[in-house]
Every structure is written in C-alpha cells, then in structure tokens.
C-alpha cells in the first residue's frame, strides 16, 4: 500500500509541478487537480483536490525569487482552500492521505527539473531545503549527470549551518569527492576535505578522515595515512570502516601478521556491540581469517563489468602448467639475447588481436593507449586460450597491465602478480644458468626486462621480499640499471633494516654518467645516520642539495603544501620530486629515532655550504 502511495503521489507531484511552471498561480493548479491529477489517483477527486494545495505551498516560484507562496491552511468551519465552496471540514479536511507528504518534495523535483541559469539562480537563492538538495543530487549521479550532481551538492555543503545537514549525507559527501576525484577538481576536493575537518559535523569529520585515508593510501604517503587513521579512530571509534582502513593500511606498510591480529580485535570488538547487519560482520569474520585475500576478493568484486572476467584470470593464473624454455643466444661481445620464437610471435598476434593497444616503447612501463576500458574483451579470450602466456610478449603486456591497476595495492600480489613471476622468474634461471650480461637494447631483451619490472612494482607492497629479490636479480644481469632498480631495491633493504647493504648498493656509481637518483642519495643519507656514520651522512647530504634544493626542507616540514604530481616521473631537482621522495620514504624517516631532528639541524649548514 505504501508503495502504491509513494507511486502515485510522484507521478502526482510530478503533473502538478508541470502545470504550475505554465503560469505559477494557484487557480490553474486547481483547474489542473480537478481535471488531470484525478487520472494518478484512481479518479479519486476528493484526494485530488486534498493534495494540490498541500503541494502548492511547498513549491518555489520563479517570480518570487524561488521563495514559496503559502496559503493560509483554514479552520474547519471555515470555506476550503480548495476552493469547493464547502467547508474545510466536510471537503479536504475529511480526506485521509495514505501516507506523508514529504516537506521538500516539490523542492526536490524543481531542482531536477530546472536547467541552466534558472538551476543556477535556484541554487544561489539559498531557500532550497537541506534534503531536497541531498536529493536531488544523488538521483543526477543516478542518472549519469555528474556536472548537475556536482552543481547541487556543492550547494548541499555550501549551507551555513552544517549541524542542520540531514545524516543521510554521508553518501552524498562520498559521491561529491569521487566526483571531483572523476573530473580533475583536485583542489576543489582538498577544500572540501579541509572545510569538513575544521567544522563539519562529527559523522562527517570521521568519514572525510577515513577518505583522507585512503586518498593518502593511493598516493603513497604512508606517513599521512597512519596520521588519518589514528585522527578517524578517535572521532569515530566504532566505525566498522576503520577495521577495513587499518587492514589496508597496515597491509601497505608491510605488516601483513599485524593486519590479521588487528583485523581480529576488531571483529570481537565489533561483534560484542551486537549492532552490525550479518553482511558487514560476515565481511569483518573473513577480514579477520585472511585479510589479503579478502581485501583482494571485494577489490575483484567491486569492478564494474570486470568481476567475472577478473576472478576467471585468477582461476587461470593460479592453474598455469609450467612456462616453455626460450631461445637465448651469445652474441659477439658476449652478451646474452632473447630472440622471440616463430610459435611464440603467433601466440602474440593472437592476443594482439584482441588486446589491440600498443607498449609505448619509450617508456619503462606504458601503453600507447589505455588497456583496461576494454579489457572484458581481452581477459575472456586470455582464459579461452591460456596457452597465449607462453609468449613472453604477452605475459609482459598482462604484467604491464596489472601492475597499472592493482600495482599499488598490496592484497593483489598473491593473486595476479605471483603466479606471472613464477613463470617469468623460470626464464630467468634459464638466463642466469647460461650466464652473462643481459642488455636491454640487444635483440628481444627489452620484453623480459620490462617483464621484470612490471612483476616487481606489482609486488613491491604485497610481497616486498620477493619483489626485492626479483629486483636484485634484474640489477645482476642489467648492470647499467636501464630500468631503474637501484632506487627500489635500495628503498626496501632499508625497510627491512639491512643497512649496510643499502649503503654497499648506493656506493654504485650510475652507469652512462647519469645523474644519481634522489631516492638513492637520500637512501645514503638514512642508512648511514642508522650506521651512526655521522659525519659520512653530513658529508651526503651535499650531494643531495646539489640534487634538489626543496627536499631536506621538505621533509623536515610537518605539514607542507602537497604538489600535484602531473606526471608518473616528476623532473629531477623539482619541488614534485621533492615531494614524491616524502611520500614514499618519510614513513622510514620517523620510524629512524632522531632522524628528522638531525636532518633539521644539518639543513641550514648543508643549505650554507650549497649556497658558498
């Protein structure tokens, strides 16, 4: 019954909004209830004319500056407003609704209605309810108009009073920063974060914590993350979001036993309070047995039209016999080559076929287009024909195309990442039996290269061990580091603690007279402070201001103003790379007890010394 009531009052709503936009006075929306809004009310007059006046004095009138215009409701005795010429009490007054009338519902049809500057003034005007705009907002993403949605909830946490926001608008808040994150408002989306914290409402401050989070996550900046975390914990310490946040992010950090322990606690936690719907504590049971491999299942799961396709990848991978032997030559200088096989060319030209998109061959790891808008088609006929991954071409275009899409996130590894490197890791000792340098511009030796660095920045957060051990191999038969190792490989022996190691691979000077990496420099600067070899470090971070001026400053800084990264590969000496090295590294700072205070102090003789 309330369905049919919720129906039938829309479709009414809806024809008595049209007919007052034709002239905006009440007479013709009477003249309109008595001979059209019968029609979506099973010809109940009586309700028909009980409803227009009810929605008349909720609706906004353009020519009164979008203000409404409501009539006095009359007494019982007294003539109806519906104008019967009866008294209120034996018309309008005798009939019973089926059901409320929300107060902003001729609101929120208007706003999905109006267009262009009539929207636009609406919206200035101030007077469109806190609901109605939540509304009417949702149902334009809904229908694919993000620029409309945007347009409304901008105004929806433009409101004065954010004590008065409806709790409804956590969703909308998230749809708001997923659509500026969507368009490129990356400053938009920082403005809106910062207004909630400082004075939004405590249930948004928590859930702008918890997106603050992720946002920081997805950049790199493990540091910032922790720092979020521990800020939502407090203003929420019950979300049920926070056990799936800190999972990932002690995931990301390297911690996977933490992340189950943790994931654990939550679930007693949570479950003990007796308020969680089965879906969500089903979720936090599993979250708690194997947090990667649930984390890895809702990532699958949540891709939109590749759900399917991806677990079918996943089935193959895991059951992929053992990868043919290759064809490798000794040339003159003694170098190894991979020449690509006649088998294995048709095996690629069967999944170019489907794949269609070209590697960008000036790039370490690139597309000359984007693989994934497709990729239903190519994933389906990979798992029709898995003998398609015998080619080394094609393994290393799948590996590309993984890492470009599940590289940062470290729950993926065990599922896509793993079973390619075993394959690839199989040529590999093929390579390293034959022996010899493997150079990247002989023959066919760029696919296994770039092969190799793909599976290690795929499995660089979820199995750092074998991602650094991948890469430690790589750097052995490419010693002029072609792929950019160095920095990586040196950036996780300090994670784990093996110092002199990163100081022994830092002390390698670049090939081809190449500038020295920043992270490498600074790596230096870290594993010699750990050492205690002090005045080596001081000696170091000159190195590292010829380099690039803004970094020491940089990460000294508690809160310094993020930069934009434009680019996968921000220019050397640039306030972006400066940026990029805090990001990725200022987690290992902290972590180094005095280590930032020592930075602090040799920054102004360092910056001194530089300038002399």
């Known amino acids: 019954m309330l369905a049919m009531w919720v129906e039938q009052?829309?479709?009414?709503?809806?024809?008595?909004?049209?007919?007052?936009?034709?002239?905006?006075?009440?007479?013709?929306?009477?003249?309109?209830?008595?001979?059209?809004?019968?029609?979506?009310?099973?010809?109940?007059?009586?309700?028909?004319?009980?409803?227009?006046?009810?929605?008349?004095?909720?609706?906004?009138?353009?020519?009164?500056?979008?203000?409404?215009?409501?009539?006095?409701?009359?007494?019982?005795?007294?003539?109806?407003?519906?104008?019967?010429?009866?008294?209120?009490?034996?018309?309008?007054?005798?009939?019973?609704?089926?059901?409320?009338?929300?107060?902003?519902?001729?609101?929120?049809?208007?706003?999905?209605?109006?267009?262009?500057?009539?929207?636009?003034?609406?919206?200035?005007?101030?007077?469109?309810?806190?609901?109605?705009?939540?509304?009417?907002?949702?149902?334009?993403?809904?229908?694919?108009?993000?620029?409309?949605?945007?347009?409304?909830?901008?105004?929806?946490?433009?409101?004065?009073?954010?004590?008065?926001?409806?709790?409804?608008?956590?969703?909308?808040?998230?749809?708001?920063?997923?659509?500026?994150?969507e368009r490129g408002f990356h400053r938009k989306k920082t403005a809106l974060l910062d207004e909630i914290l400082e004075r939004g409402p405590l249930f948004l401050r928590g859930v702008a914590l918890e997106r603050l989070c992720l946002m920081h996550l997805d950049s790199d900046d493990l540091a910032s993350a922790r720092e979020a975390f521990v800020r939502a914990q407090q203003t929420l310490p019950d979300s049920p979001t926070l056990a799936y946040i800190e999972a990932m992010l002690l995931l990301h950090e390297g911690h996977p036993r933490e992340a189950r322990e943790r994931a654990r606690f939550w679930f007693r936690r949570l479950a003990r309070q007796g308020d969680l719907d089965p879906d969500q504590l089903q979720f936090l049971a599993e979250l708690a047995d194997n947090p990667g491999a649930t984390l890895a299942e809702q990532m699958v799961n949540s891709e939109e039209g590749l759900a399917e396709p991806l677990t079918n990848l996943q089935a193959l991978l895991e059951a992929l016999p053992t990868a043919p032997l290759l064809h490798f030559e000794t040339n003159a200088d003694g170098n190894l080559e991979y020449h690509s096989a006649a088998r294995e060319d048709t095996l690629h030209a069967a999944w170019q076929s489907e794949f269609k998109v070209q590697i960008d061959e000036d790039a370490a790891l690139g597309f000359q287009d984007e693989p994934w808008p497709h990729a239903g088609?190519?994933?389906?006929?990979?798992?029709?024909?898995?003998?398609?991954?015998?080619?080394?071409?094609?393994?290393?275009?799948?590996?590309?195309?993984?890492?470009?899409?599940?590289?940062?996130?470290?729950?993926?590894?065990?599922?896509?990442?793993?079973?390619?490197?075993?394959?690839?890791?199989?040529?590999?000792?093929?390579?390293?039996?034959?022996?010899?340098?493997?150079?990247?511009?002989?023959?066919?030796?760029?696919?296994?290269?770039?092969?190799?660095?793909?599976?290690?920045?795929?499995?660089?957060?979820?199995?750092?061990?074998?991602?650094?051990?991948?890469?430690?191999?790589?750097?052995?038969?490419?010693?002029?580091?072609?792929?950019?190792?160095?920095?990586?490989?040196?950036?996780?022996?300090?994670?784990?603690?093996?110092?002199?190691?990163?100081?022994?691979?830092?002390?390698?000077?670049?090939?081809?007279?190449?500038?020295?990496?920043?992270?490498?420099?600074?790596?230096?600067?870290?594993?010699?402070?750990?050492?205690?070899?002090?005045?080596e470090a001081r000696d170091s971070l000159v190195a590292v201001q010829d380099t690039n001026s803004h970094v020491i400053a940089m990460m000294c800084a508690e809160r310094p103003k993020p930069v934009p990264l434009a680019v996968e590969i921000p220019e050397p000496g640039t306030r972006a790379e400066a940026w990029q090295y805090r990001a990725l590294m200022r987690d290992q700072w902290l972590a180094t007890r005095g280590a930032l205070k020592w930075l602090d102090e040799q920054r102004r003789c360092v910056t001194g010394s530089h300038s002399s």
């Open 9 to 181: 009052l829309l479709g009414y709503a809806g024809g008595a909004l049209a007919a007052i936009r034709d002239h905006e006075h009440y007479p013709s929306l009477m003249v309109w209830a008595r001979q059209e809004g019968v029609k979506y009310v099973g010809d109940d007059i009586g309700m028909a004319q009980a409803l227009a006046p009810e929605l008349w004095n909720q609706t906004p009138l353009e020519r009164q500056d979008f203000a409404c215009e409501p009539l006095a409701r009359p007494g019982p005795s007294e003539p109806c407003w519906c104008d019967s010429g009866r008294k209120t009490k034996d018309c309008c007054g005798a009939v019973t609704l089926p059901g409320a009338i929300p107060a902003h519902l001729m609101w929120m049809l208007s706003l999905r209605d109006w267009k262009g500057e009539t929207l636009k003034a609406a919206l200035d005007s101030g007077r469109a309810p806190a609901q109605a705009l939540l509304e009417a907002g949702l149902i334009a993403a809904e229908g694919g108009q993000r620029g409309r949605a945007q347009q409304v909830l901008e105004t929806l946490f433009d409101a004065a009073d954010w004590d008065q926001l409806p709790e409804q608008t956590e969703p909308a808040f998230e749809l708001l920063i997923d659509i500026y994150q």
């Open 377 to 535: 088609d190519w994933l389906n006929a990979l798992c029709s024909h898995p003998e398609w991954l015998d080619s080394p071409r094609v393994v290393q275009m799948l590996s590309m195309a993984l890492a470009s899409r599940f590289g940062s996130l470290p729950w993926m590894a065990e599922s896509f990442f793993a079973p390619l490197a075993a394959r690839f890791e199989r040529w590999l000792d093929q390579l390293e039996a034959v022996g010899g340098r493997f150079a990247w511009d002989d023959a066919d030796n760029a696919v296994l290269l770039r092969t190799g660095l793909a599976l290690v920045v795929g499995m660089e957060r979820g199995d750092r061990e074998r991602s650094r051990h991948l890469a430690e191999r790589l750097l052995v038969l490419d010693d002029h580091d072609s792929l950019g190792l160095r920095e990586l490989v040196l950036d996780q022996l300090l994670r784990e603690g093996r110092d002199e190691e990163a100081v022994t691979l830092s002390d390698q000077p670049p090939a081809d007279e190449e500038s020295p990496l920043l992270g490498v420099l600074m790596g230096r600067v870290l594993a010699l402070y750990r050492l205690e070899r002090f005045d």
